[in-house]
């Protein structure tokens, strides 16, 4: 694997398992319990999952064509500063529609750590395929910011889950 998505994956996993840490001693009624209108810390990580999910099958489909886009320039740069601007200010957007119709609906903290290992576990091979020339190719689409490279891929899923955190430590 490039050294520079190693380093991305890895740190990414260490996000996932101090926030898992944090929530593995919760009771079930405390990971459950929402209020009307707003998600519960078991839906607030199905939520985080689906996106993920959603993103590496996008990712797979693309890669096999990868040598045939263009490198992110500037502009996708820009980009990726205004998205992790967007993930880091306590604004609240609606979920894209596609992610929330593939958010599992499970009660269970061990299904969906269980889930997002698999997830993760797809997202690593995945990893290993992109050669080091590869990197910088536009084959990450955000439903948002819209066309990025791989780096960009991992940036996002590292700044959604910050982005949830406060979210979640309200509701512990």
Not at 142 to 155: D, E, M, S, T, Y
Request: net charge positive; no cysteine; hydrophobic share 40%.
């Amino acid at each position: 694997m490039n050294t520079k998505l190693q380093k991305q994956y890895l740190e990414l996993e260490a996000k996932r398992a101090k926030l898992l840490g944090e929530i593995a001693q919760l009771s079930i009624e405390k990971l459950n319990h929402s209020q009307p209108g707003r998600w519960s810390i078991n839906q607030i990580i199905a939520h985080i999952i689906a996106g993920e999910k959603l993103s590496v099958a996008y990712l797979q489909k693309k890669i096999g064509a990868i040598n045939e886009v263009e490198n992110t320039g500037i502009y996708e740069e820009f980009k990726i500063i205004a998205l992790i601007l967007s993930q880091r200010l306590p604004l609240k957007f609606r979920a894209p529609r596609v992610v929330v119709e593939n958010t599992t609906q499970t009660t269970d903290l061990l299904q969906l750590v269980k889930e997002w290992d698999s997830a993760r576990e797809e997202l690593r091979l995945l990893l290993e395929k992109v050669k080091d020339d590869q990197i910088k190719r536009r084959i990450y689409k955000h439903v948002r910011a819209g066309k990025l490279n791989i780096q960009h891929a991992l940036i996002f899923f590292r700044e959604h889950i910050i982005h949830h955190y406060p979210q979640i430590k309200r509701l512990m």
